[in-house]
């Protein structure tokens, strides 16, 4: 990844602001590449907004609310999965704002690398949490008359920063297990523009 790229992502979406241009306007110029900044490094993923329109959508809506900047992941299980977006380093829980409906049923498989929500025994609970597949997780997917994980993405760049963080050494915090003993933090979530992936 072009580090000169991400940082004139990051300098256009500030200069779009100041010049009032509306969200709706800006989002046309994204791509369906986000970035995830961490504190192991960057992850590149591909959102499949054909498959998971509503997945997408609100994750988006996460991302330009900047939601996700300065939480950990929180549980982090080797050859299983590493989950984000609902704790910082203090382990305070950080509450969502909306819920999507879920799209797992028909949907994409929870295969290596990629992208799925995270969600509670209701079908339609997930919110901001989400986590990167490991590995195969084909009994996470969603059936006939039973919901699984709505899978919205997958890792196209930095799977070796997800190896990393999926290797880290974990321990109970406040009562939470398979927490990271040292905290591995997002940095920061953007979009790359249309014109940084033809560039790219």
Do not use: C, W
């Not at 509450?95 to 509670?120: C, D, F, H």
């Not at 406040?174 to 940095?187: A, F, H």
């Amino acid at each position: 990844m072009n580090k000169v790229l991400i940082s004139l992502a990051s300098v256009a979406v500030v200069v779009v602001a100041g010049l009032g241009i509306t969200a709706s306007v800006l989002n046309s110029q994204m791509s369906d590449q986000v970035v995830i900044t961490t504190s192991k490094g960057v992850i590149v993923a591909k959102l499949d907004a054909q498959k998971a329109p509503k997945t997408v959508e609100n994750f988006q809506f996460y991302v330009n609310e900047s939601f996700y900047d300065g939480l950990i992941f929180h549980r982090v299980i080797k050859d299983f999965m590493v989950q984000v977006g609902g704790f910082d380093k203090e382990m305070n829980r950080k509450s969502p704002q909306q819920t999507v409906v879920n799209e797992s049923i028909g949907g994409l498989s929870n295969l290596r690398g990629t992208l799925a929500m995270a969600r509670t025994n209701a079908p339609d609970s997930a919110s901001s949490q989400f986590f990167i597949n490991h590995k195969d997780n084909l009994f996470l997917d969603g059936k006939e008359n039973k919901p699984g994980y709505a899978v919205f993405g997958k890792v196209v760049e930095g799977m070796d920063v997800v190896d990393e963080i999926a290797n880290a050494k974990t321990t109970v915090k406040k009562g939470m297990r398979d927490v990271p003993v040292d905290s591995i933090m997002i940095e920061s979530v953007h979009f790359l523009s249309k014109l940084d992936v033809l560039l790219k």
